[in-house]
């Protein structure tokens, strides 16, 4: 199939995201407002690519107008980022806001909004303050789950009259996965317990704030919504076999079905309450917060999805003396022949798009949900100039392509997908890899003050967008 068989909704979203911590960088930052990430980078600054990270990023916070320009010039119908939390207030126990800093929030918001983009924004995108994780361990503690529901009240209070799409996290099981349960980012500490305690906390944190949006008629008021933006990890079975399939199924519990169940159906899994039971790694919860959750589900999702996950029966025992992980029921499978972007190293398989879209169509009640995130990243894309400087990555083009005629595939075919976001707007700051892998329509040159320059797969997203098919 080809492009020219598309037929793209005129209401339907093409945009793109980045997140606070990965392009703002410190300018004006005080020195106890460091997130997660900064406190990361600081301890570890040896493991960050280049030794690159969030303190200057892509400057963002000094040259977002610039930025959006590029963004009306390319056409982006929305634009997602996060608000640094760390940033926003002075005091997290009493929720005071830094004027400062809230300001150029409401500066990039007003910006977005005068050029016709319209802006998503998010509450957390890994930066917990780092005061919150050092004093009560992060998500471990209840009370942090009360402290974020005050920035959240703050950040509402400032931008509900103008901010129509809002989520709580993106992905929120990412950090603690990294963390406790495989011990590859500070404070490199297994502890599944922890991982757990950590994934309850952050939904039960969304259902607060929807309760908290809900509370406040930002719905009646504006039209607007409340989401999470997740990442599911679309999971196939290496074979039909039932013992391949068992080993799917336990995947997609503890790494999908963990945050989609009680997101959109208010409800964990019985099996998941069974599994904690029989490994000694349940969360603490109480029967009126899992009310809340019950009865403050979600409006929409947005869901990041990037490569497949593909599993297979353990073909080895346990280790009993290795705190319980849930690779206790499977191991990857490796299938011969995929497609691979090498530098990465994940998998190229765009017919995720099409599986996830009819499972949220026959799963999940048809909620409304977009792609919040999907891209490709490659390494040293300067070799890929032309003799105008412009970076070829058709490579890029082809990703989007591909992806994208999945996903409306699933669409012509009742999935209630609204909108497809490209990660990422520009180059920008990962964790670890910090620039080496680029996903950005706009390229960011490091040598050169961090100059902006549109690559070819912008101007390929701006006819895209301009023309819909």
Partial sequence: MHKKEWTIPPDFILGAA?????????SGKKDHQDSYIDLWYKENHHVWHDGYGPAVATDFKNRYQEDI?????????????????????????????DEEYALYIENVVDELIANGIEPMICLEHYELPAYLFERYGGWESKYVVDLFEKYAEKVMERLG?????????????????????????????????????????????????????????LAEQTGAKIGVILNPEVTYARSTAPHDQEAAEKHDLFF???????????????????????HDIAFQFTEEEL?????????YVGLNLYFPHRVQARMNGWNEQVPFHPRYYYDPFELPGKKMNPYRGWEIYPRIMYDMALR???????????????????????????????????YRIE?????????????????????????????NVSPMNAFKN???????????NRERSLKKSAYWFQELIKTRN
């Fill in 291 to 299: 009310n809340i959750i019950r009865t403050y589900t979600v409006d």
């Fill in 69 to 97: 320009g590029y963004m009306k010039t390319i056409g982006l119908t929305h634009f997602r980022t996060s608000i640094n939390w760390s940033r926003y207030l002075i005091d997290y126990e009493n929720a005071v806001v």
């Fill in 256 to 278: 999908n079905r963990m945050y989609l169940d009680p997101a959109i159906k208010g409800e964990y899994p019985q099996e998941l309450y069974d599994l904690m039971h029989k």
């Fill in 161 to 217: 009259d103008r901010v129509k799409h809002w989520f709580t996290f993106n992905e929120p099981i990412v950090p603690q996965t990294r963390m406790y349960l495989d011990a590859i980012r500070y404070p490199f500490e297994q502890n599944t317990k922890k991982w757990m305690q950590w994934n309850f906390n952050k939904t039960l944190a969304t259902a607060r704030v929807v309760k908290l949006f809900r509370e406040k008629k």
């Fill in 360 to 394: 949220m169509k026959e799963e999940y009640g048809n909620i409304e949900w977009f792609i919040a995130e999907n891209g490709m990243g490659v390494e040293n894309e300067q070799r890929f100039q032309n003799e105008e400087g412009v970076i070829q990555d058709d």
């Fill in 438 to 448: 680029r996903y950005g329509l706009v390229s960011i040159n490091l040598e050169r």
């Fill in 399 to 427: 990703f989007i392509t591909d992806h994208l005629f999945w996903l409306l595939k699933a669409v012509r075919e009742g999935s209630n997908c609204k909108g497809y976001m490209l990660w990422a707007f520009s180059d």
């Fill in 18 to 26: 980045l997140s606070a911590w990965q392009s703002e960088g410190w």
